[in-house]
T-cell receptor, first 115, second 109 residues
Framework: IAGITQAPTSQILAAGRRMTLRCTQDMRHNAMYWYRQDLGLGLRLIHYSNTAGTTGKGEVPDGYSVSRANTDDFPLTLASAVPSQTSVYFCASSDRPGQGANEQFFGPGTRLTVL | GQNIDQPTEMTATEGAIVQINCTYQ??????LFWYQQHAGEAPTFLSYNVLDGLEEKGRFSSFLSRSKGYSYLLLKELQMKDSASYLCAAMDSNYQLIWGAGTKLIIKP
């Protein structure tokens, strides 16, 4: 059982380039999330999807887009990368969005450096 | 605004007990989560509290006071493998998690 996989593990990207971070889960969870984690700051929600076919904006959505064509996949795209998007990106999923006891399961993360 | 506060770093001795505090302010409240994150790894779920009181799970316990906007994570019989960051997160009225910056726990022999 893989749980949640993310690709690539790490990437160095030139500013201005387009980049898609991939996320796949095999738990048939309804909800998926993208977070960024920066030193000294808590995890910040970029975008989320409560079910296939729907997406929503989180706390820091600017410069990022997502799609949810099916239950398993939730790619995150940086249309034109900027150095401030250097971060560790975590994808997560959960089974019961809109409910309190809604444990999130995290992928291993993608370390992105934009130069 | 929404805010989570927890200490940046704590140090404890192997075999001892440590309490990591967390205070929160959110728009609405649907529960308080604690996650553990080892360096370079993903966060993993430890506990969830929505009612006042103490929830015990083996060596780890979590406490919540909704009236005070306060929670703590209690770790007993500390082991070296408990060296990690501990993340506090409160669920707001939209069922989104608001995360603290994490408390780095250093365990010394």
């Amino acid at each position: 059982i893989a749980g949640i996989t993310q690709a690539p593990t790490s990437q160095i990207l030139a500013a201005g380039r387009r980049m898609t971070l991939r996320c796949t889960q095999d738990m048939r969870h309804n909800a998926m999330y993208w977070y960024r984690q920066d030193l000294g700051l808590g995890l910040r929600l970029i975008h989320y999807s409560n079910t296939a076919g729907t997406t929503g904006k989180g706390e820091v959505p600017d410069g990022y887009s997502v799609s949810r064509a099916n239950t398993d996949d939730f790619p995150l795209t940086l249309a034109s990368a900027v150095p401030s998007q250097t971060s560790v990106y975590f994808c997560a999923s959960s089974d019961r969005p809109g409910q309190g006891a809604n444990e999130q399961f995290f992928g291993p993360g993608t370390r992105l450096t934009v130069l | 605004g929404q805010n989570i506060d927890q200490p940046t770093e704590m140090t404890a001795t192997e075999g001892a007990i440590v309490q990591i505090n967390c205070t929160y302010q959110t728009s609405g409240f649907n529960g308080l989560f604690w996650y553990q994150q080892h360096a370079g790894e993903a966060p993993t779920f430890l506990s969830y509290n929505v009612l006042d009181g103490l929830e015990e799970k083996g060596r780890f316990s979590s406490f919540l006071s909704r009236s005070k906007g306060y929670s703590y994570l209690l770790l007993k019989e500390l082991q070296m493998k408990d060296s990690a960051s501990y993340l506090c997160a409160a669920m707001d009225s939209n069922y989104q998690l608001i995360w603290g910056a994490g408390t780095k726990l250093i365990i010394k022999p």
